[in-house]
């Protein structure tokens, strides 16, 4: 069964998340809105003993589960009921863990003085950018500000030209989930820069998903390892 997140059910909640990837995104954003947000909404499912089985949240009509048995009926079911309009388990067809480097980069953090720069690289080409800037801003501002995710960027020619961010965290792990580099900019070396100097300088387990062969290849080719 499914059930509302409650104070007295934090704890088990949170444990669940440590370990799991899709688990520390709705980490963080827990971290972020709290509770009574209005918001962001969070859920768990428990077994017959109790146990937390899974998490949920839901923003922006999407409703996001990290759950060790999936029962996507129910979860439809569930998702209908309380309104959310698709579903994402956060999922994807390549997951990949950093095991190292030789190359050492100590690039500049992102931070909330330069998070609309890098809102920029970003959404390069997404026409409708200007649409959601508003909402992703004060999202990725507070989080960054807080300590909650983190990144790296690299300026060229007076502006910032590669990004890669962190979209959720825990103790124990981080999954790096936003790495770009403007089109101008692309095959010199600044994707991979960013990407090991962010993940060098959290001094955590460091993961990241794709469903792109092309990009699981550069991965593996930067110092990662597919599990």
């Known amino acids: 069964m499914i059930r509302l997140l409650t104070e007295d059910r934090i704890n088990d909640f949170t444990r669940f998340c440590e370990k799991r990837l899709t688990g520390a995104v709705i980490y963080t954003r827990f971290l972020t809105y709290g509770l009574y947000s209005g918001d962001v909404f969070f859920w768990y499912s428990e077994d017959e003993e109790g146990n937390v089985k899974g998490v949920f949240s839901m923003l922006d009509g999407i409703l996001l589960a990290c759950t060790e048995e999936t029962d996507e009926e129910e979860i439809t079911l569930f998702a209908r009921t309380v309104g959310a309009m698709s579903v994402t388990y956060g999922k994807a067809l390549y997951t990949l863990k950093y095991t190292g480097?030789?190359?050492?980069?100590s690039e500049e953090d992102v931070s909330g003085e330069n998070i609309k720069d890098v809102f920029d690289v970003i959404f390069e080409a997404d026409a409708c950018r200007k649409d959601f800037f508003e909402r992703w801003y004060t999202d990725a501002s507070h989080k960054i500000r807080h300590g909650l995710i983190h990144g790296k960027c690299i300026?060229?020619?007076?502006?910032?030209?590669?990004?890669?961010?962190?979209?959720?965290e825990t103790d124990s792990l981080a999954v790096i989930s936003s790495v770009a580099t403007r089109e101008k900019y692309r095959k010199k070396g600044f994707g991979e820069r960013v990407v090991l100097s962010l993940a060098q300088s959290l001094g955590k387990e460091i993961y990241l998903m794709t469903d792109n062969e092309k990009t699981k290849s550069w991965y593996e080719k930067t110092g990662f390892s597919v599990l």
Request: glycine share 10%.
């Open 101 to 105: 480097s030789n190359c050492v980069y």
């Open 155 to 168: 300026y060229a020619d007076g502006i910032c030209v590669s990004v890669a961010l962190t979209s959720g």
